[in-house]
């Protein structure tokens, strides 16, 4: 067993990441989103911790002290700190909120289990006296998964899973690593690394977001083109329900039965709560090289990472913008609005691995890039990017600080289809709310399809909650019709699952009610969240 060096520090309660680098924008910057988009000051300045309200504590005492008989006394916290720490996640209108004040969402108390025994202590007292838990990760869900509906239950808990933070084991041989779910993806690195190993698994949410979390949402990181998504790299898992323990995953495939292993990667903590994780692992790196390259449109970039998702060998990052995210820029505060030395759009490749492997498929993705009309740029934007990639949440963070609405969604199609959803997504945004600023990339690819990622600012109203929730409701009626899925890696949560419904039809929500209905009849699992 090892733990990791450095401790996993708490988030910005009413934000992203670390309070340090919480940054007003430049009075430019926010002189142009006055220009042109309307932006003004909010009129009321946001909360401070100490006006955070909060609603009384709902536990009754000797379920409280039932639980602290499990973990220790330690480990069950129903002080302000934590409860508000632990208080939705880290969507814009999460975040409009806790700016606001408004914690009325927070748990009764945060439990925080050292074992898988532990866990599966709590989950049956918690079934039996009828009390809802919300696993609890990194804290990071912007599709309000960290959200338990109350009613009928008499309380909510946060289960955080902090406490189980090891690498368990390191197969060499097989190149598998067991690793527990509370580790943050910064903490899995370092401890892998101590063993010449890597997950490869970057998303914008790394620094904070962790394993169990990863898996819950079927996360996919900016190095999917090379690495995969991080539910391919799930070789097995332990989980703990209600009902009992499972222990999914013997072999790297099996033809025995359907895969079960399926049935909790995406789960959200609706189903039951993983405490182990066997993970597929890498080599680190030797080399790491990164390049720009610019297309005429998004439409010629596009057919150009179809090339070569298809006829490989792909990079290990393949980014593409479009005209407008091009345009503005979102690597740092002070780009936003400055437009790019060339028109078009940027194109960013990354390649990992030993050296000869990297200049063999550098040299062959520059022959394709080459091949359908782009110029090269050097390494720079591709430098600029890497070294920038976790710092959007804090520009949106500054932008809502200024008095701008801006928040992200996504969706993936197949390549055919791909220019229909882009198109209806882009559509119903600028209908809903009139002349906002709508940027998009494709971040994840595959041989049949990609995702689309989109990023909306816009002036705030004088109700910025129903401003967005109009928008986004618009946005999924229009992914749901073009015929994309309502979600390639953030998840369903409660945002998403009504539109999520309507993807897999009514007897896909029977038959996931079912799987409810046996692992957790008393429906204590993040009730609210992803099952129709």
């Known amino acids: 067993m090892e733990t990791p060096l450095t401790s996993a520090e708490p988030m910005l309660w009413s934000g992203w990441g670390d309070p ?42 000797p379920v409280l002290a039932a639980l602290a008989t499990v973990v220790g006394d330690e480990h069950v916290r129903a ?24 914690a009325s969402d927070a748990p009764d108390a945060v439990v925080l289990p050292g074992s898988h025994d532990e866990v599966a202590a709590v989950l049956r007292l918690c079934a039996e006296h009828r009390v809802a838990v919300v696993p609890f990760g990194g804290g990071t869900s912007v599709v309000g998964g960290l959200v338990a509906a109350r009613p009928g239950f008499a309380g909510v808990v946060a289960l955080d899973l902090a406490r189980l933070n090891r690498l368990v084991s390191v197969d060499p041989v097989s190149m598998v690593a067991e690793l527990e779910p509370g580790l943050r993806a910064p903490q899995a690195e370092q401890l892998l690394a101590g063993h010449g190993l890597t997950l490869g698994h970057f998303p914008q949410s790394y620094e904070y977001a962790t394993l169990g979390g990863f898996a819950a949402a079927r996360s996919s990181g900016q190095a999917s083109a090379g690495y995969g998504r991080f539910d391919d790299m799930v070789a097995g898992l332990t989980v703990a329900t209600p009902r009992g323990t499972l222990e999914i995953g013997r072999a790297p495939r099996s033809a025995a039965g359907p895969d079960l292993r399926q049935v909790f990667l995406g789960s959200e903590g609706a189903l039951g709560v993983i405490t182990s994780l066997r993970l597929r692992v890498h080599r680190t790196p030797a080399v790491r090289a990164y390049e720009g390259w610019r297309f005429g449109s998004f439409a010629a970039g596009t057919a150009a990472v179809r090339r070569l998702a298809q006829e490989g060998p792909p990079p290990t990052v393949l980014r593409l913008s479009d005209e407008t995210e091009t345009m503005v820029g979102l690597a740092k505060p002070a780009d936003l609005g400055a437009a790019g030395r060339d028109s078009g759009c940027l194109l960013v490749a990354g390649f990992e691995g030993a050296p000869g492997d990297v200049a063999h498929r550098r040299d062959r993705a520059a022959a394709v890039l080459a091949e359908a009309g782009g110029v090269h740029l050097g390494p720079e934007p591709g430098e600029k990017w890497a070294q920038g990639r976790f710092s ?90 073009a015929g994309g899925t309502i979600s390639h890696h953030h998840g369903v949560g409660r945002d998403h699952r009504e539109a999520y419904a309507a993807e897999i039809g009514d007897l896909g929500g029977e038959i996931l009610r079912g799987i409810k209905e046996r692992l957790d009849p008393a429906g204590i699992l993040n009730p609210g969240v992803l099952i129709p």
């Open 392 to 481: 959007a949440p804090y520009l949106r963070d500054s932008l809502l600080a200024a008095g701008a609405t801006v928040e992200t969604l996504e969706t993936a199609g197949f390549w055919s289809n791909l220019p229909r959803l882009y198109d209806a997504v882009r559509l119903a945004l600028l209908g809903a709310l009139g002349s906002p600023l709508v940027m998009c990339h494709i971040s994840h690819v595959y041989a049949t399809g990609a995702s689309l990622y989109f990023t909306v600012v816009t002036a705030q109203t004088a109700d910025p909650l129903a401003q967005w929730a109009a928008a986004k409701r618009a946005a999924n009626e229009a992914i749901v019709q």
């Open 20 to 61: 340090a680098k919480a940054a007003e924008l430049p009075a430019p910057v926010r002189d142009l989103l006055a220009e042109l988009l309307g932006v003004r000051a909010p009129a009321v300045p946001a909360a401070t911790f100490g006006e955070v309200r909060l609603p009384p504590v709902a536990l009754p005492p």
């Open 79 to 102: 002080d302000d700190d934590a409860r508000i720490r632990h208080t939705r996640g880290k969507s814009t209108p999460d975040l409009l909120l806790m700016r606001a004040g408004d």
